[in-house]
């Protein structure tokens, strides 16, 4: 008899340490990079891309040093969509990023055109496979979605498809027990106030309502953009509106770099870096 516990009762032991490790992981803080607009041609107006691949090249490094949970790109992957050599450097560079970190994309106008249309779209999806995705990590859901179709005056149908698909993709977390809700796009809703006229840099008036009610009703924590190759931040009830600016070109007074976020089980919080001034190590206060 004394034998035979033996097995068991490590068994058990084995068994507790898994649960507790799994345990720790699961409400230990993390980390995951966004970056935004790499925008290759941009700063030769097409004419090359070098400044953009070496920004790349530098951005992907600190990425494989740094070893984040997941990388989110939000758009504007190149200046010129119908450009293939821009296209396949981007890719290039992307493939160089650690195969255990995953890496997810959302288009931007520059991918798929002010007015996406089914020729557009298709060559996106063949490019890059896909405009929208949703996945879970360590207790909180993640969410990237197309908002070129929300800023359209002409994608009308599939505008209604994407909000379908994102009102079931919220709806059936309702019941789980789910930490954050954080979503990504290109075009940011607003940059500074809720009621600020449309421009080329934010989403009309009336959509931006409609969206903006169901995600806080969905209760969404943040929603991350790019567009604007500018940082900003804004607020919207209990949502945290970032925008972050450009891997490529920068319009602002922040140099070229990405925005890495700190997930905790209570908060998410993020800070900006130019690639020339990221730090050596992610420690969580």
Excluded at 100 to 110: M, S, T
Excluded at 111 to 126: A, F, K, L, T, W
Excluded at 165 to 178: G, P, Q
Excluded at 232 to 245: D, E, K, P, V
Aim: net charge negative; hydrophobic share 35%; proline share 5%.
């Amino acid at each position: 008899m004394k034998k035979s516990a033996l097995p068991i009762l490590l068994f058990i032991v084995f068994f507790s340490a898994c649960i507790i490790a799994q345990e720790n992981t699961l409400h230990s803080p993390y980390f995951f990079i966004q970056i935004s607009d790499p925008q290759f041609g941009m700063f030769e107006n097409n004419k090359s891309f070098e400044q953009e691949a070496l920004l790349y090249e530098k951005a992907v490094s600190h990425i494989n040093k740094l070893h984040p949970d997941f990388v989110v790109i939000t758009g504007d992957f190149v200046h010129d969509r119908n450009n293939i050599a821009q296209i396949e450097e981007f890719k290039r560079i992307t493939s160089t990023i650690n195969r255990e970190i995953p890496v997810y994309l959302v288009p931007g106008n520059h991918d798929i055109g002010n007015e996406p249309d089914e020729q557009s779209m298709s060559e996106y999806i063949q490019h890059y496979g896909y405009d929208r995705f949703s996945f879970t990590h360590r207790g909180s859901l993640f969410v990237g979605f197309n908002s070129g179709f929300i800023k359209s005056s002409n994608s009308h149908k599939p505008e209604r498809d994407q909000f379908e698909w994102l009102k079931k993709t919220l709806d059936k977390n309702n019941d789980k027990e789910i930490k954050h809700i954080v979503l990504f796009c290109h075009y940011p809703f607003f940059i500074h106030t809720v009621d600020e006229p449309e421009t080329y840099s934010n989403i009309g008036i009336q959509k931006r309502k409609k969206y903006l009610s169901f995600f806080e009703s969905a209760q969404v924590n943040a929603i991350f953009s790019g567009h604007l190759h500018k940082n900003a931040q804004a607020q919207f009830g209990q949502i945290q509106l970032i925008t972050t600016s450009a891997l490529g070109k920068p319009l602002g007074n922040d140099p070229s770099g990405f925005r890495i976020v700190k997930v905790f089980d209570d908060r998410i919080e993020s800070n900006y870096y130019g690639v020339d001034h990221m730090p050596d190590a992610i420690t969580f206060d």
